[in-house]
């Protein structure tokens, strides 16, 4: 599992209100992602990081904001949650081999329903 | 704009035959393909790559075959097995707008392996 952790698991709020996720791993790698898991959408990327302070966007950022204050911790939140973001949110980090090769692992999710 | 298509939601085969997984993109710019596998309530598991200058990757029993001029890529699992039963996303890499790996998922395919 590379040693990604995500926090919490499960969380209900309501419309409206601020929502942080949290992904945690232990092995120092330069690239994490949080993706949304939807119905007959897959995996979709709302943010990115590729090293500390340094983000970019994805194909589904409105409405959400992330941090990387340090290398092992990587934040991703709704300012203002709406029902249109309950979702399965997974962090994801890249691990860079030799030879160009790489290996994206993720973290078990966090299941967010917005009432 | 999907990208990487997978253009069958679901699969069935039966044990012992092959399964034949299909994905389809758009951007010539992708330079790196992966699988992934996804049982229910888990994170995505990283299976088999390829880069866009190989033809053919095989770890067991899956192997991945990418044809260029076709945009296509395909996943055969042989002989399938009921523990094959899960989600399969393929996924494409690009460099970001900041020079920097990121990941385009397709929709998934779900597969069921019948005993």
């Known amino acids: 599992d590379a040693g990604i952790t995500q926090s919490p698991r499960h969380k209900v709020t309501e419309t409206g209100t601020p929502v942080t996720l949290r992904c945690h791993q232990t092995e120092n790698h330069r690239y994490m992602y949080w993706y949304r898991q939807d119905p007959g959408h897959g995996l979709r990327l709302i943010h990115y990081?590729?090293?500390?302070?340094?983000?970019d966007k994805g194909e589904v950022s409105d409405g959400y904001s992330v941090s990387r204050s340090k290398t092992e911790d990587f934040l991703l939140t709704l300012e203002s949650a709406t029902s249109s973001q309950t979702s399965v949110y997974f962090c994801?980090?890249?691990?860079?081999?030799?030879?160009?090769?790489?290996?994206?692992?993720f973290g078990p999710g966090t299941r967010l329903t917005v009432l | 704009d999907q990208q990487v298509k997978q253009n069958s939601p679901s699969l069935s085969v039966q044990e012992g035959r092959i399964s034949i997984l299909n994905c389809d993109y758009t951007n010539s710019m992708f330079d790196y393909f992966l699988w992934y596998k996804k049982y229910p309530a888990e994170g995505p598991t990283f299976l088999i790559s390829i880069s866009s200058i190989k033809d053919k990757n095989e770890d067991g029993r899956f192997t991945v075959f990418l044809n260029k001029s076709a945009k296509h890529l395909s996943l055969h699992i042989v002989p399938s097995q009921p523990g094959d039963s899960a989600v399969y996303f393929c996924?494409?890499?690009?460099?970001?707008?900041?020079?920097?790996?990121?990941?385009?998922f397709g929709t998934g395919t779900r597969l069921k392996v019948l005993a």
């Open positions: 990081s590729y090293g500390v302070k340094d983000t």
């Open positions: 994801a980090i890249t691990q860079l081999l030799a030879g160009g090769r790489n290996e994206q692992f």
């Open positions: 996924a494409a890499r690009i460099f970001g707008a900041s020079g920097t790996y990121k990941y385009i």
